[in-house]
């Protein structure tokens, strides 16, 4: 289980290649589910140009890891990797990647959603927005 | 006892303050060091609190050399 912060933009489909080729063995797993946030140019009715995601030093690598723990031992995963961004981020750019191996499909998808759902409402982040008529913080998630 | 206290996102807009240090009395717990920085009674519902890096509630207790901080609603992912 690998949990990972990237200041910089990141290609999650070749990280989770990489850590795949990297952390798992041929024939060892069955299952292989992944989840990828991206940044979109709108929000609550408004043109966003640009995000900075904010984050608790610490607190926020301790979080993800004992949300990727507890769902990898709920789900009886056989790896899970989560990587995400801070810092200035652009339309496009990927923010966060969650990937999840298992023996069969159940557990893969199961877990790979469930970490999502605990790392926003768990994970210390939060979402600035620059928008044409300033920034502002992103208040709430939406719930799905 | 000396506490630091740390602020993020638009709290730390409305604070003033990123990081401070405070004396407290001994036996405090978190609504007492938001208190002192914001000056009100109760910690409110929005207002997530945690102490070394956990979760904490407004009731949990806080020791000497802590670090105490204060968030919004987090909105990563």
């Given at each position: 289980m690998v949990?990972m912060l990237?200041?910089?933009?990141?290609d999650?489909?070749?990280?989770?290649?990489e850590?795949q080729?990297a952390?798992?063995?041929r024939g060892?797993?069955?299952?292989?589910?992944?989840?990828v946030?991206?940044?979109?140019?709108?929000?609550?009715?408004?043109?966003?140009?640009?995000l900075?995601?904010e984050h608790y030093?610490?607190?926020?690598?301790?979080?993800?890891e004992?949300?990727v723990d507890e769902?990898?031992?709920?789900?009886?995963?056989i790896?899970a990797?989560a990587?995400?961004?801070?810092?200035g981020?652009?339309?496009g750019?990927?923010?966060v990647?969650?990937?999840?191996?298992s023996a069969?499909?159940?557990?893969?998808?199961d877990?790979c959603?469930?970490?999502?759902?605990?790392?926003?409402s768990?994970a210390?982040f939060?979402?600035n927005?620059?928008t044409v008529t300033?920034s502002?913080?992103?208040?709430?998630?939406?719930?799905? | 006892?000396?506490?630091?206290?740390?602020?993020?996102?638009h709290?730390?807009?409305?604070?003033?303050?990123s990081?401070?240090?405070?004396?407290l009395?001994?036996g405090?717990?978190?609504?007492?060091?938001?208190?002192a920085?914001?000056?009100?009674?109760?910690v409110?519902?929005?207002?997530?609190?945690?102490?070394?890096?956990?979760?904490?509630?407004?009731?949990?207790g806080?020791a000497?050399?802590?670090?105490?901080a204060?968030?919004?609603?987090?909105?990563g992912?």
């Amino acid at each position: 289980m690998v949990v990972m912060l990237r200041d910089k933009p990141f290609d999650p489909w070749r990280e989770l290649v990489e850590y795949q080729d990297a952390h798992l063995a041929r024939g060892t797993y069955g299952a292989t589910a992944s989840f990828v946030g991206t940044m979109r140019d709108f929000n609550e009715g408004a043109s966003v140009e640009r995000l900075f995601l904010e984050h608790y030093p610490g607190m926020t690598e301790r979080e993800l890891e004992r949300i990727v723990d507890e769902e990898s031992h709920r789900c009886e995963l056989i790896d899970a990797l989560a990587v995400h961004r801070v810092g200035g981020i652009e339309p496009g750019d990927p923010i966060v990647l969650v990937a999840t191996w298992s023996a069969h499909r159940a557990a893969a998808f199961d877990a790979c959603r469930a970490i999502m759902e605990a790392l926003k409402s768990r994970a210390p982040f939060w979402k600035n927005e620059e928008t044409v008529t300033g920034s502002r913080w992103v208040d709430w998630n939406t719930p799905g | 006892m000396t506490v630091t206290v740390k602020v993020f996102a638009h709290l730390r807009d409305r604070l003033g303050f990123s990081e401070t240090t405070l004396e407290l009395p001994d036996g405090g717990r978190v609504s007492d060091v938001w208190k002192a920085v914001s000056d009100e009674d109760e910690v409110p519902r929005h207002v997530l609190a945690a102490i070394n890096l956990d979760y904490a509630r407004p009731d949990s207790g806080v020791a000497d050399g802590d670090e105490v901080a204060f968030f919004p609603p987090v909105t990563g992912g």
